[in-house]
């Protein structure tokens, strides 16, 4: 079968590769969509810690089943489907807290393991998801698990006002989350493009952080008291330190970015405001299915988000337009069957 092979940084390759035999309890699939999206940008720049080369990557997938290894009540060939690319140990403390998500020995497709830039993939038959989508919808529900699991993690619901710093794929999965809860949702960022997005997802309201004062801003939505919740998408000190800065007292603050360098904090603000502070990381089952219902309600701009739709054998020359070009895309999909 034809995979892209991922050699070493920047060494991208359609090649041949052995299909996979399906085991007990796996799907044999065919893959149909792939999307991408700044973590393979790392994995091809060379700049993902956790990728290890030769790689097949692929993590975000539409594929249409061709086997089951047994007959299941739900899932039967020529059914379109999207699947979970997480792998958990089953024996560390998130495992055994049941947040798999987390779990300290997960292995992602595409990641740690080969992924789903491939013809076929067998895959056990418990990662898969139904859903009345189609193909581009089915590739972007696990990207958007990653927003949902953060509003999920502060608990968020139409009580709240959520203001999100960064509006890439991952904070736009959240803006979509939180005002998919019912919450008036305010999207922060310093990119237009990105801003107008956010609103089509969702965003009450938006600020452009790099031409307005972010203080004054919020305070003329939320008024002195400030956001119950805040979410970081970005990963920079200056975000970590105003999401508690300026969430409310008894505020819950959220963070999904990777800061790269240490943060410092006025940590008297923890305890004067009583906040929850907490991480968020991959998702959980139930994220995808409320991800699934959101896309089925028709509530994301899926024509907007993707950017660029390739082959197998443009995707090389694609990734490397996005890594001279950084900002050019959020989301590029692969056609891939
Ligand atoms: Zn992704
Ligand atoms: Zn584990």
């Known amino acids: 079968m034809k995979v892209l092979m991922l050699h070493s940084p920047g060494d991208l390759r359609v090649e041949e590769f052995p299909k996979p035999t399906m085991q007990p309890g796996e799907a044999l699939l065919r893959v149909r969509r792939v999307g991408l999206c700044g973590t393979d940008l790392s994995s091809w720049r060379g700049r993902n810690p956790l990728v290890s080369y030769p790689r097949i990557p692929g993590h975000e997938i539409a594929a249409t089943i061709v086997q089951l290894s047994e007959p299941h009540p739900v899932f039967i060939p020529g059914m379109d489907v999207t699947l979970s690319p997480y792998r958990h140990c089953g024996q560390c403390s998130a495992c055994r807290n049941r947040r798999f998500n987390a779990c300290r020995e997960n292995q992602t497709l595409g990641v740690q393991r080969h992924g789903a830039l491939a013809d076929f993939i067998s895959v056990p038959i418990d990662r898969l998801y139904r859903a009345n989508l189609d193909l581009r919808e089915l590739c972007l529900v696990e990207p958007l698990s990653v927003g949902m699991h953060a509003v999920t993690r502060a608990a968020i619901t139409d009580q709240d006002r959520v203001a999100i710093f960064g509006c890439g794929g991952v904070g736009l999965g959240a803006v979509a989350a939180a005002a998919f809860r019912g919450a008036v949702t305010i999207a922060i960022d310093v990119d237009d493009g990105k801003l107008a997005l956010a609103r089509e997802a969702g965003a009450a309201h938006t600020i452009h952080s790099g031409r307005q004062s972010l203080p004054e801003a919020l305070a003329a939505i939320v008024g002195y008291h400030g956001p119950d919740v805040f979410i970081e998408a970005v990963g920079l000190p200056e975000t970590f330190r105003a999401a508690v800065e300026l ?79 950084p900002t050019r895309f959020r989301k590029i999909m692969v056609r891939v069957g």
């Open 247 to 325: 969430v409310a007292f008894t505020g819950r603050v959220v963070y999904i970015g990777y800061a790269k360098e240490a943060v410092t904090y006025e940590t008297r603000l923890f305890v004067q405001k009583e906040l929850d502070i907490c991480g968020a990381r991959n998702a959980l089952p139930e994220d995808f299915r409320q991800v699934i219902e959101m896309l089925e309600q028709h509530r994301f701009p899926v024509d907007r988000a993707i950017d660029k739709e390739v082959s197998m054998e443009e995707t090389p020359e694609a990734l490397r337009e996005w890594s001279d070009h």
